[in-house]
């Protein structure tokens, strides 16, 4: 008996409902404050000045740290040959390689000027010792190469 007044109760009420306009219409929505709103602040607004490149100025373009070189980016805990080159060796860096934006590159953190820069890097030349880093910077072989001692982490 009470589903068949509740049956009965909600009937008329889709009745009632279905009589009565719930959704506006494409003319009520035009006329809308908001779309009105909405096409005025479109119609004030002015073109944004746009911000201009920003390049990190390093002045250089070598460096010469003493570092462990990755294999591959899975690292030394999951990648047998990056556990075989582990071992910290000097290195011969490019710092301003081409094409940094698009490729996928290690990253190196150097104090210049007092400044800390994380800079990507290409692997140049691997150096047996430390007297072999510095004959090779001494030749001059490169301009402007800086010398880093600083420990890698």
């Not at 030394?76 to 060796?89: G, I, T």
């Not at 390689?97 to 150097?110: M, N």
Request: negative net charge.
């Amino acid at each position: 008996m009470k589903g068949k007044i509740l049956a009965t109760i909600l009937a008329l009420t889709l009745v009632q409902v279905g009589n009565n306009q719930i959704i506006a219409t494409e003319n009520e929505i035009a006329s809308g404050s908001s779309l009105e709103a909405s096409k005025e602040i479109v119609e004030d607004a002015t073109e944004l000045v746009p911000i201009p490149d920003q390049e990190e100025k390093t002045n250089m373009k070598y460096v010469i740290k003493k570092l462990s070189v990755p294999h591959c980016k899975r690292g030394p805990e999951r990648c047998q040959l990056c556990r075989e080159m582990a071992e910290p060796r000097w290195c011969l860096l490019d710092v301003d390689p081409p094409d940094k934006e698009i490729l996928q590159r290690p990253v190196i953190e150097l104090a210049i000027d007092g400044e800390r820069h994380f800079l990507v890097y290409d692997v140049i030349k691997s150096f047996a010792s430390e007297e072999e880093a510095r004959l090779y910077m001494t030749t001059g072989a490169l301009p402007d190469i800086l010398w880093d001692s600083t420990p890698c982490p």
